[in-house]
Every structure is written in structure tokens, then in C-alpha cells.
């Protein structure tokens, strides 16, 4: 609550404007403080009023105050968030896998184990987020609520609490060093399984144990799709498929979108 911006209209909430403090990882490894901006809204009654241009220049005016060097957000529409200095940082590549059209080349390193989705078990997949984010240029530190709501561990606010299955990769010495997030639907045709996993994230601290992670979701039973979201737009899984074709990309769109606020700060993290 101390970091939201209300614009009130004689009594009425007519626009918000938020954000809550994080960190970005840059290349380089160094960890600039930032704003992760949500809650940007604007009454559709009240829109070409310069409410928003208040909202942001409140905020904005805050977030240099706190010493913040950048601002982070995800844009509904492009053309909204350009007028306030904003744009893409990163990019967002989904891809499908046709599973009964491919397999992946070698064995595996580690295994991989299901888990029940509970606090034990965001726990470990915090442990491995956590210590990729700060090698991974782009990445953001999570809030715990964030955490529970991934996890289906608190409800919802704005829709279904997510359902579906965790998946931990242990390296050959028994350490957790990757976790996949994913949930499936099913569907038959012909009388035969043409069912689906849609892979909310996958991380991993080696290349191996993301490897592992591809593996297994493309050998799970009564699959015949695996969707992955998210990702980069050239991964490393696809090289390792006996049938490259079988992977393709089917949308490519904006990811993290950026403000800089103190460039000096910015840039002296990039000589980090």
C-alpha cells in the first residue's frame, strides 16, 4: 500500500498505479535495484483526462527518491507504455514439441522426481530459481506471495488457482539443481492419447539438468504435445532432438519491458 497511487474523482477511485521493489539481474552479474510496476489502470470513464500521466509521474518521481535504477513492467499495449520512457528489454519465445515425432539424443545425468506442490517443495525451486537469477541477465527477484500463487499455495485473486504437477532434477550427487512448473489437459482422436503439457517454467543450474527436465516432460505417457513458454528464442534442447523439425516456434512477443532512471548507476553495473 505504500507504494500505490490512487486518482480520485469525488470520491470515486478512477485509476491506480503500483509497484513493489526488486532486483535486476544485468549482464555482468550485478544486481540493480528496480520497480516492478502492476496495477496500472484507468477507469474507461475517466480515460484522456491525463490520469495516468499523473499516475506514472508520481510514481516515477518516487522511485528516484528511493534510489531505484530502473523501471520494470510487463506492457498490455505497446503503445501506452512507450509515451512514458518504457520499452522492450526482453523478448518472450514459445515453442511446441511433437513428441511422438522426436526423442533426445544421450542418456540421462541426474533423475528427476514428482513432488507434491507444497511448501517443501517451492522451497527447493526457490533455492535453484534464486541462484540462477543472479547469472541470468534479465532475470527479477520474486516476492513470496509471488511464490505461493505459482504454486497454487494461496488463492487467485483475478482467477483459477493454478493446478498442476512440480518436477525436481537431482544431479548424480542428489542435489536439486533444476525444477520444472507444468500442467496438462488431455484429448483423444482416433481413439488414440493426444494430450498436452504446457510447461509454465522450467530453470536449471546446468545445462544437464535442463536437458534432463526436456526429457522427461517429452517421454511422459499419453502426450503428443509439449508446449514451453517463455523461453529464448534458440534453445539449447532443440540441438539435442534426433528430430530438430519436431520442435518449432509458435509466437515470439515482448517480454520485461525497461525504464532506466539513473544511467550512470546502469552503466556502471554493465562494467561490473
Not at 482467477?159 to 512440480?166: D, L, V
Request: proline residues 4%; contains cysteine.
Amino acid at each position: 500500500p505504500s507504494r500505490t497511487w490512487v486518482a480520485w474523482d469525488a470520491g470515486q477511485a478512477c485509476g491506480t498505479f503500483r509497484s513493489w521493489a526488486t532486483q535486476l539481474t544485468v549482464p555482468g552479474g550485478a544486481q540493480l535495484p528496480a520497480a516492478a510496476v502492476a496495477a496500472v489502470t484507468v477507469l474507461p470513464t475517466h480515460r484522456r483526462r491525463g490520469i495516468l500521466t499523473g499516475l506514472a509521474a508520481a510514481e516515477h518521481g518516487a522511485l528516484r527518491e528511493r534510489g531505484e535504477a530502473v523501471g520494470l513492467l510487463y506492457a498490455s499495449e505497446y503503445s501506452i507504455y512507450g509515451r512514458f520512457g518504457y520499452a522492450p528489454g526482453t523478448q518472450h519465445t514459445s515453442w511446441q514439441v511433437a513428441t511422438g515425432s522426436t526423442r533426445m539424443r544421450g542418456e540421462a545425468t541426474g533423475t528427476v522426481q514428482l513432488v507434491a506442490p507444497d511448501a517443501a517443495a517451492r522451497d527447493q525451486a526457490r533455492a535453484v530459481f534464486e541462484a540462477r537469477r543472479v547469472r541470468q541477465p534479465g532475470e527479477i527477484w520474486r516476492r513470496d506471495v509471488t511464490w505461493d500463487l505459482l504454486l497454487g499455495l494461496a488463492e487467485e485473486p483475478w482467477g483459477k488457482r493454478w493446478k498442476g504437477w512440480i518436477a525436481l532434477h537431482h544431479d548424480a550427487d542428489g542435489r536439486v539443481d533444476g525444477y520444472v512448473r507444468y500442467t496438462g489437459s488431455t484429448d483423444w482422436q482416433d481413439k488414440l492419447p493426444r494430450g498436452t503439457l504446457e510447461v509454465n517454467e522450467l530453470h536449471a543450474l546446468t545445462p544437464d539438468a535442463e536437458a534432463d527436465l526436456v526429457r522427461y516432460l517429452l517421454s511422459v505417457d499419453l502426450i503428443a504435445t509439449v508446449k514451453l513458454d517463455g523461453r529464448r528464442r534458440r534453445e539449447r534442447f532443440t540441438w539435442l532432438l534426433d528430430n530438430a523439425p519436431a520442435a518449432r516456434i509458435t509466437e515470439t512477443g515482448d517480454g520485461l519491458w525497461v525504464r532506466l532512471f539513473d544511467v550512470a548507476r546502469a552503466l556502471e553495473a554493465r562494467r561490473y
